[in-house]
């Protein structure tokens, strides 16, 4: 079993070290010291198993197994509160609290072994995602792959949102970028007094908008600093003069 750990503490990247001497059935691959770093290393080696801090530089643990298609099996190491520990017990394999014992090493260790035994050490990582994307790092920004590297977006950066089958195009100044995700996350996540869905398939950074034009029955268009033109149905009208105060 290949593994990799992803820890910007050298300390806990040496204590899981340690540890793991003690199951020689797991081959260490690789040590990343943040998210950029465990996204190459993954794409590399392609492990059973890695060791994931949550609260990183550059990018978070949420952000970066987002930006992985088929996540290997996830061992959390954090000290993040508890509210996130429930969730790692339903879609991760376990987690350790910082700082942690060898025994409750051990422990995590022995519960994946039999999890691989029974075939499901790689949960489904996707709805634990979208909840944990409500913490406030995933709320000031929206991290994307592109051409390999990785590129972060602040959200005052974007322009709007448009629905494109099984992703969201991010529409920024620098361009359109394809998210992994749906227009009812972006909609649950982002500053309801920022952003509103304006139609089913758009959502729209109000501070961007110049005016808002009839169009069609009792559609309108609103028009964007850029140019752009995004569509406005009839209820999202009555949402956008809500918010604008009109």
Do not use: W
């Amino acid at each position: 079993m290949k593994a990799i750990i992803i820890d910007d503490e050298p300390l806990a990247r040496s204590i899981i070290k340690e540890y793991l001497q003690y199951y020689p059935q797991i081959a260490l691959q690789a040590e990343c010291g943040d998210g950029f770093e465990g996204v190459k290393a993954i794409q590399q080696f392609q492990p059973d198993l890695i060791f994931l801090d949550i609260q990183m530089p550059k990018i978070n643990g949420f952000e970066m197994l987002e930006l992985i298609e088929l996540p290997p099996a996830v061992i959390f190491t954090t000290a993040f509160d508890e509210y996130a520990i429930k969730a790692f017990e339903s879609h991760a394999v376990d987690y350790l609290l910082k700082p942690f014992s060898r025994e409750r090493f051990d422990k995590a260790i022995n519960k994946l072994l039999l999890l691989e035994k029974s075939g499901t050490a790689k949960p489904n990582l996707s709805p634990f995602l979208d909840s944990a994307a409500r913490t406030p790092a995933e709320q000031q920004r929206v991290v994307v792959r592109l051409s390999g590297k990785i590129k972060i977006i602040p959200v005052d950066d974007i322009h709007f949102l448009e629905a494109a089958d099984d992703y969201v195009k991010v529409h920024t100044k620098e361009g359109s970028f394809l998210k992994n995700k749906t227009m009812g996350h972006f909609e649950s996540v982002l500053k309801t007094d920022q952003f509103v869905r304006t139609h089913r398939s758009y959502m729209v950074n109000i501070s961007e908008i110049t005016r808002i034009d009839p169009y069609e029955k009792e559609n309108h268009l609103a028009i964007l600093r850029s140019g752009s033109r995004v569509p406005v149905s009839k209820s999202g009208y009555v949402k956008l003069k809500s918010v604008l105060g009109l």
